[in-house]
């Protein structure tokens, strides 16, 4: 929830605050995040810093997960594979192909 401060009369958002100085010092712990917020004026919990942390890293996740299933379907990539096989005379064939392009 957005908070009044009562100095300038705006409203500041406490999980924003905690991103933005996340990404000031990404090394900061978490005393020291909340040290460098209450310098500020803005009193932030430890619960709220490892909580902006967590979703922060499932974010992530999410992207790299995201970013895998782009890169194709392993079934559709085995086919291929198969196809390619077929194409130059086996698998035997294939394994000596990439042997020699592996030295």
Same mark, same amino acid.
């Given at each position: 929830?957005?908070?009044?401060? #009562? +100095?300038s #009369?705006? /409203?500041?958002?406490?999980?924003?605050?905690? !991103? @933005? %100085?996340? %990404?000031?010092?990404?090394? %900061? #712990? =978490?005393?020291?995040?909340? +040290? =460098?917020?209450? +310098?500020?004026?803005?009193?932030?919990?430890? =619960?709220?810093?490892?909580?902006?942390r /967590?979703?922060? #890293?499932?974010?992530?996740?999410?992207?790299? !997960?995201?970013?895998?299933?782009?890169?194709?379907?392993?079934?559709?990539?085995?086919? !291929?594979?198969?196809? &390619? %096989?077929?194409?130059?005379g086996?698998?035997?064939?294939?394994?000596q192909?990439?042997? &020699?392009?592996? @030295?």
């Amino acid at each position: 929830m957005a908070k009044q401060n #009562g +100095a300038s #009369g705006r /409203s500041v958002n406490r999980s924003e605050a905690v !991103r @933005e %100085a996340i %990404a000031l010092n990404p090394k %900061a #712990g =978490t005393k020291e995040l909340i +040290a =460098t917020l209450a +310098a500020k004026g803005i009193k932030v919990s430890h =619960t709220l810093v490892y909580y902006v942390r /967590s979703k922060q #890293g499932q974010a992530r996740r999410k992207a790299k !997960r995201e970013q895998v299933a782009a890169a194709g379907n392993p079934v559709e990539l085995v086919l !291929r594979v198969k196809a &390619l %096989a077929r194409e130059v005379g086996g698998i035997k064939s294939l394994k000596q192909l990439v042997d &020699l392009l592996a @030295e």
